[in-house]
């Protein structure tokens, strides 16, 4: 129910701020979801209105009905399987946080101390600190750039995209 005084219209509703009859809340205190306010967020802080889902997370945590942690030393993230960025003192690989100590090998030559980078990358790999994994391309062999002759299927500068079904004897 809506108490109308004057211009004024106050929800009885204790969790909605703001609503547009008796039935619908159009916010919610923070803490709270659904078009009534009933559902408890699980987040730090506000939620979606309408799903619920983490409007913002902590460093480290993606959004869901939950902020949910991302993979260890991961920084930024969309799911537990796919980070984008690390925290400090570690180095991107793959989709992968690595410790700077522990790095997998895929530089043919020594890094540089302070900032890990490769001046010639192992077949297969590529990226200033040969972190990336290359694409379909033809044997297993790709520039530093990523850029490479694809396998038969599939196509783009990184041999990433597969070529659909209409495709004359695999080229795109």
């Not at 009859?21 to 408890?40: A, K």
């Not at 990523?146 to 004359?168: A, D, E, F, Q």
């Amino acid at each position: 129910m809506i108490i109308v005084s004057g211009a004024t219209t106050q929800c009885v509703n204790k969790f909605c701020t703001n609503c547009t009859d008796q039935n619908f809340c159009t916010s919610c205190v923070d803490s709270r979801w659904g078009d009534t306010c009933q559902f408890e967020c699980e987040c730090h802080g506000k939620c979606n209105l309408f799903n619920g889902f983490c409007l913002s997370c902590p460093e480290g945590y993606y959004s869901g009905r939950q902020c949910i942690k991302c993979e260890d030393n991961c920084k930024t993230c969309s799911s537990s399987l796919s980070c984008y960025q690390c925290f400090q003192g570690f180095t991107y690989l793959n989709g992968k946080c690595y410790n700077n100590l522990t790095l997998p090998d895929t530089c043919a030559t020594p890094r540089q101390p302070e900032t890990l980078r490769c001046d010639v990358c192992k077949d297969g790999w590529w990226g200033s600190r040969c972190e990336y994994q290359c694409g379909f391309c033809l044997h297993g062999k790709c520039t530093k750039s990523g850029n490479c002759p694809c396998l038969k299927g599939y196509y783009s500068s990184t041999c990433t995209s597969k070529c659909s079904v209409g495709c004359s004897d695999g080229e795109c």
